[in-house]
């Protein structure tokens, strides 16, 4: 199954938005979740948020109130979307997301090749 297409990185002030974009493939069926992790130069790989099939959240402390997950009303679509506002320098990292689906009753997890995001201050 191919690798999702992230989009939407790129480098804004703080207090600034970005928008992160994340389309699975249309080959990939059943899918569970999708979400971003996020890791900064020497940091581990963290969790940002995530979405159910059935529209359930889920955020990192640090995000919350700040950070908005959907995905697209076209469930074809495969497509999740990251909305990023009030951006802090900490928020800098590189923002990596993943799609869940069951695969012959497996579960799998594919990732995106990541995406750059730089606040400044």
């Known amino acids: 199954q191919g690798q999702p297409v992230e989009s939407g990185g790129g480098l804004v002030q703080a207090g600034g938005s970005l928008r992160l974009s994340c389309a699975a493939s249309?080959?990939?069926?059943?899918?569970?979740?999708m979400g971003w992790y996020r890791q900064a130069p020497g940091s581990q790989r963290d969790l940002v948020a995530t979405i159910t099939s059935g529209g359930k959240t889920n955020y990192a402390d640090s995000v919350k109130g700040r950070f908005t997950i959907s995905i697209s009303r076209d469930i074809a679509e495969n497509t999740a979307y990251l909305q990023m506002n009030s951006l802090k320098p900490e928020d800098t990292a590189v923002y990596y997301c993943?799609?869940?689906?069951?695969?012959?009753?497996?579960?799998?997890?594919?990732w995106g090749q990541g995406t750059q995001v730089t606040v400044s201050s």
């Open positions: 993943y799609v869940n689906y069951m695969r012959t009753g497996l579960p799998v997890t594919l």
């Open positions: 249309r080959t990939v069926f059943g899918i569970s979740a």
